[in-house]
């Protein structure tokens, strides 16, 4: 079955803090993909990745980079952590051959 | 600018008679379209899609009506069951664009027992 692993269900940070958030995805999928999603405002992309070391800017790339050193994982970094940035991260990856998205469970970022 | 947009963020329905959830878009170039369901706490999950060279796609109590000219797309449950309570997404693609999905604000929907 299709698994993917957000490392974090809750995180709490700090204003200026650097923060990770890890995404893992074992069905070997090329491209995943980094949401948030925020009342009345739906998903919103920040970034995505075709392969491994290869990222595009999603919708709102900014305050946020990403890194994919392997293929399975994809991970999110909040430079300096803002509380315009408290939301709920959905990581995705994608099978291309049936065209579905599949998300992990989210993680729920307090930034106080 | 929203692409894609549901304009109801709520809707009710009692258990047994129909769902409709609606959805415009604005990018004449999307060719694909899907609908997610997302239970509080859990990730979204895949639905059902349209490719935009049909107008109507069925999986058991789940139909997705799309109509081109008017950039409109729907999707009906029937019949409504309590389970079905959560906030549907409609989501759009370019077929071309490396499969980029752009996503509605969402519905939340309620099935009254």
């Known amino acids: 079955d299709v698994k993917v692993t957000q490392s974090s269900r809750y995180l709490v940070k700090r204003t200026g803090e650097k923060v990770f958030l890890e995404c893992v995805q074992d069905?070997?999928?090329?491209?995943m993909f980094w949401y948030r999603q925020d009342p009345g405002l739906g998903l919103r992309l920040i970034y995505f990745s075709y392969d491994v070391k290869m990222k595009e800017k999603g919708d709102i790339p900014e305050g946020y980079s990403v890194s994919r050193e392997k293929k399975e994982r994809f991970s999110l970094i909040l430079e300096s952590a803002s509380t315009n940035q408290t939301s709920m991260y959905l990581c995705?990856?994608?099978?291309?051959?049936?065209?579905?998205?599949?998300f992990g469970s989210g993680t729920q970022l307090s930034v106080l | 600018d929203q692409q894609v947009k549901q304009n109801s963020p709520s809707l009710s329905v009692q258990e047994g008679r129909i769902s409709i959830l609606n959805c415009d878009y604005t990018?004449?170039?999307?060719?694909?379209f899907l609908w997610y369901k997302k239970y509080p706490a859990e990730g979204p999950t895949f639905l059902i899609s349209i490719s935009s060279i049909k107008d109507k796609n069925e999986d058991g109590r789940f139909t997705v009506f799309l109509n081109k000219s008017a950039k409109h797309l729907s999707l009906h449950i029937v019949p409504s069951q309590p389970g079905d309570s959560a906030v549907y997404f409609c989501?759009?693609?370019?077929?071309?664009?490396?499969?980029?999905?752009?996503f509605g604000t969402g519905t939340r929907l309620a099935v009254r027992p």
């Open positions: 989501a759009a693609s370019v077929w071309s664009s490396g499969d980029k999905l752009t």
């Open positions: 995705a990856s994608l099978d291309r051959l049936n065209e579905k998205l599949f």
């Open positions: 069905m070997d999928h090329e491209n």
């Open positions: 990018n004449s170039m999307f060719d694909y």
